[in-house]
Each structure stands twice: as structure tokens, then as C-alpha cells.
């Protein structure tokens, strides 16, 4: 019997989390897919193997409930009732209505906006900022807000709420990061449990009112409007600084072709860097048997720097064709929300560029210090004037 390929890659180590990408290499030159001996998880390193993974109908998301539950009860019940960790046919019955909701034009009715948004906040920056704080930060959370019908006075409460949930999907979460999490599920429950109702008797033009006349209970309801508050928040948050980090390291500019940057600015620093499934039945990834009840994880950020797949993976290449990045996913659990994503990219970077046109940076980038979702807690940049 051939002997299983594995890894002691340290996911935790600092050297790493700064900059994931060497290692990756070094993974990926060895093996496409390995047991990681630390925690038992299959890792995905290959563009190849990471699109198996997200594709498999034998892995799922299987939710189970972080211990101890009854602490953590209102952290899981935002989970359990959404679409990302549940898998057909409750995947389906909850993703369908959200689904038909972004189709009925949400997503072109906000681009307007979006450029109304970005100008006002680009007016405030002046010539040296922080673009993150100032820009890349409040505008998705604004707009997502916007969409779903959230009063403008409680942006700042869900940019603080979703940053304290999304650090809980790190791969070792402290006791304070875990009790922040808790404490901030709680409160965004209670605001969007209080929207839903006001929306299922007075209903408005927006998704919640959408949403909350569909057959969809007040739990799912909820949870699905908070996984698309902090996917459409912290997502496109990271991407942005991630991309702009990346371009302007280079001293280059979007070009004329803004979307065939935006993809680059997708694939190039992945926000989402681990998406983790569960066997649901014995299954075969790369060749390599997988057992019901292990956890495969598809490393979307060692996938797009794949040289089996992208040339010269570590430019960045704001012209790039073909970008068949997995920084939305692939197969059931595709982003629904990319089509907002990539208006809002389109549209913010645009409008930063059209204003600082020389826009550099000003200073070292400082990370959030995070794995799973990687991002920049600040980047200060300058004019260039």
C-alpha cells in the first residue's frame, strides 16, 4: 500500500501567518493533498485538489455546536440556521430564497449608491490616510447595511460585531476572542430579530423585508442576514487591502481594464485562506482515500498561487485572462454574494484611483495577524501629490 502523503505545517506559527506563501510552495512542490499530522485534517495545497474538495458531494459542512454549547448557544444559533453550514437539501431550501432575493435587482439598484458612498468617504481622507479605517472598512459594511435595510447609525456596531465573530473561525481562538464572539452574536441577534419583525408588518425595499416573507423561520431569517452582513463586510474588506497592498507594493495601477483587477486583486492574497468540509461518506480526494468523519480543508490561497495553473503565481498581473481564482469558492457553497463583491470592487477601486491617480503607499502595511481570513488591520497611504 502507497504510504499517505502528510505535513507538520505549523498554521499558528508567526513566520506564517505574515506570509503563508513560501510554505505553501514548498507544500505544493511535495504533494497536492496531505494529512496534516497536528490535527488530523486533510489539507488541500493544489489548485487541483482545493476545486475537488469544494466540488465533492461526499463532503459537507456538518455544524456542530462549539462547547461548551449552552455559553456558547447564541454564537452557534447564527450558525446552525444558515446556508454555509448546512449541505442539501437544507442548503438548498435556505440558499433559494436568498438567492431569489439578490436576483431582483438589489445588487445594480445599489451601484449608484456604492459610487455616492465611496466619493463621500474619499472627500473625508485627504491626501495621507489610512485606507483601511478610512475607506476599505466602512464602505462594504454601508452598503451591505443599505441592501439589507440596516439603520445607518448602527454601521459602526456591526463592523465591530462581525470582526469579533469572524476571529473565532481561526484555527485556535483564545478565551477573550471566543467571549467577544459570544458577546457580539448576542447583540447582532437582537438587532437583526428586531428588523425582521418590524419588516414581517411594515415591509420596505430591501433584502430583510425580501427574506422575511418567504417561509423561513425567524432563526434562519436572522442567521441568514447576519452571514450576509459579516460575509459582505469582512470579505470585501480584505480583499480590498489585500489587492491594493499588492498593487501598490508594485507600483502599479488598475489599468484601464478595473475588473481584470479586481479578479487579480481576488486571486493574488486570498482573504479567505481555509475552507473546511467533513466527510459525510468515504470518499477519494487526489487519489488519496478519505474516511467518513474526517475534515478536509482546501487551502484557497496556496490554490491560486498554483504554477500548475497560474503563470508566474507570485506577480501580480492586473491583466491577467484566464483568472480562474477560487477566492469565491466553488460548487453548492459558491459565494452567492460575488456579484455584489465584484460591483463594489469595480466601483471602489475605480473611484480611489480616479481621485489618486499616484496613490502610493505610505509606510508598512500592518496585518491583522490573522490566518483563516488574512487581512490588514491598517495601510497608510499618501496622494503621491
Not at 476545486?51 to 446552525?80: Q, S, T, Y
Request: aromatic share 6%; charged share 25%; with cysteine.
Amino acid at each position: 500500500m502507497p504510504s499517505v502523503p502528510t505535513t507538520s505545517l505549523d498554521l499558528t506559527a508567526p513566520e506564517f501567518v505574515a506570509d503563508p506563501y513560501p510554505a505553501f510552495a514548498e507544500e505544493r512542490a511535495r504533494h497536492g493533498f496531505a494529512r496534516h499530522l497536528p490535527s488530523g485534517t486533510w489539507l488541500a495545497f493544489s489548485h487541483a485538489a482545493a476545486g475537488a474538495v469544494l466540488r465533492n458531494r461526499a463532503l459537507g459542512r456538518v455544524w456542530h455546536d462549539r462547547e461548551p454549547a449552552a455559553a456558547l448557544e447564541p454564537f452557534n444559533l447564527l450558525h446552525r440556521n444558515q446556508m454555509m453550514e448546512n449541505e442539501p437539501p437544507e442548503h438548498t431550501r435556505l440558499r433559494r430564497p436568498v438567492a431569489a432575493a439578490f436576483n431582483r435587482g438589489h445588487v445594480e439598484r445599489l451601484r449608484p449608491r456604492v459610487r455616492s458612498l465611496a466619493a463621500e468617504l474619499l472627500d473625508a481622507a485627504g491626501d495621507r490616510f489610512d485606507v483601511i479605517e478610512a475607506y476599505a472598512e466602512p464602505l462594504p459594511v454601508m452598503v451591505i447595511a443599505e441592501l439589507l435595510g440596516v439603520a445607518r447609525e448602527r454601521v459602526a456596531d456591526l463592523r465591530v460585531w462581525s470582526q469579533a465573530i469572524v476571529r473565532m473561525y481561526e484555527v485556535d481562538p483564545t478565551a477573550e476572542v471566543v467571549a467577544a464572539a459570544v458577546a457580539a452574536a448576542e447583540d447582532f441577534d437582537a438587532l437583526v430579530r428586531d428588523l425582521v419583525a418590524e419588516r414581517r408588518q411594515r415591509p420596505a425595499d430591501d433584502l430583510t423585508s425580501d427574506l422575511a416573507a418567504t417561509g423561513l423561520s425567524d432563526d434562519e431569517v436572522v442567521a441568514s442576514v447576519v452571514l450576509l452582513l459579516n460575509a459582505g463586510h469582512e470579505a470585501s474588506v480584505n480583499v480590498f487591502g489585500n489587492g491594493l497592498v499588492g498593487m501598490l507594493a508594485r507600483d502599479l495601477t488598475p489599468g484601464e481594464d478595473v475588473a481584470s483587477a479586481v479578479e487579480e486583486m481576488l486571486r493574488f492574497d486570498s482573504a479567505l485562506q481555509l475552507f473546511e468540509r467533513t466527510a459525510t461518506s468515504d470518499t477519494e480526494i487526489a487519489g488519496v482515500p478519505v474516511r467518513k468523519g474526517e475534515r478536509v480543508a482546501a487551502l484557497l490561497g496556496s490554490a491560486n498561487r498554483d504554477p500548475a495553473v497560474f503563470d508566474a503565481p507570485a506577480d501580480f498581473r492586473t491583466d491577467r485572462d484566464p483568472n480562474p481564482h477560487l477566492a469565491f469558492g466553488a460548487g453548492v457553497h459558491f459565494c452567492l454574494g460575488s456579484p455584489l463583491a465584484r460591483m463594489e470592487m469595480v466601483e471602489s477601486v475605480t473611484a480611489l484611483f480616479d481621485r489618486y491617480p499616484r496613490l502610493a503607499l505610505d509606510g508598512v502595511p500592518e496585518s491583522r495577524g490573522t490566518f483563516v481570513l488574512r487581512g490588514h488591520r491598517a495601510v497608510q497611504v499618501s496622494s503621491g501629490a
